[in-house]
């Protein structure tokens, strides 16, 4: 039987899951990116989680929210393009869900989610439709929210965000970009996967495979 919250220091080395997945598939990331874009995407991303990696792992002990802090500042600090102020506020915004409690529950994480779309969306006034992350955190968000409304476990409503999210990175192959660099080839990127939403289906995933883990131990 799951419990239903985590301790924040147990929930910390998580974040180690997403570095990891990041680097391992910067090239994966930088393929599609170069599908309509510069082909960036997966050697910035690469570069800035390899970096929080080593920052994290010099801290030794740290809770969730030192941790996100941490990826936050150096995503905004060290990454390039537009990704870097998108994820970096990302993170250091979630990060603040959980400055007043101990562990995290259903209800910090919803608000985590809820704080990271409201950050990206702050900042690039991206919509659903636009192809881009936002086409992963919208459904991912609701999808969590609507599970664990309909009295499913912390974990059950993990697996319906992941499930929703690569749904939504799915359905971006079908979307005309509007925002972005790839905007500027109108009807021609259509039939590709967004890499912003692609690398955001990766976090959430890791996210949500490493908070199962947990509160099924």
């Known amino acids: 039987m799951s419990r239903d919250s985590v301790s924040l220091v147990e929930a910390g080395p998580i974040l180690f899951d997403l570095v990891d997945v990041i680097v391992r598939e ?36 740290f809770t969730l929210p030192q941790g996100l802090a941490t990826l936050g ?13 998108l994820y970096g506020t990302f993170f250091t915004d979630m990060a603040e869900v959980l400055d007043n ?16 779309l409201a950050a990206v969306q ?11 992350l936002v086409d992963v955190l919208v459904p991912a968000g609701e999808a ?4 664990h ?4 476990t912390f974990a059950e409503s993990l697996l319906a965000m992941k499930t929703a999210a690569e749904a939504g990175l799915e359905a ?14 109108g009807e021609r990127s259509r039939g590709t996967l967004d890499a912003g939403a692609a690398s955001c289906t990766m976090i959430l995933s890791a996210l949500a495979d ?3 883990q947990r509160l099924s131990a």
């Open 210 to 212: 490493g908070l199962v």
């Open 101 to 116: 409690t101990d562990r995290l529950d259903a209800a910090h994480f919803s608000g985590m989610l809820k704080a990271g």
């Open 73 to 85: 500042d150096t995503l905004l600090s060290d990454i390039g393009g537009s990704m870097g102020p």
């Open 144 to 147: 969590f929210d609507a599970s």
């Open 172 to 185: 971006t192959r079908g979307m005309i970009a509007k925002v972005g660099r790839a905007s500027r080839l």
């Open 149 to 152: 409304g309909g009295s499913e």
């Open 26 to 61: 910067q090239g994966k990331l930088s393929e599609i990116d170069g599908q309509t874009g510069d082909g960036d995407h997966g050697v910035n991303m690469g570069k800035g989680f390899r970096m929080a990696g080593e920052r994290l792992r010099a801290m030794g002990d």
């Open 122 to 132: 702050g900042l690039g006034e991206a919509k659903p439709g636009d192809k881009t």
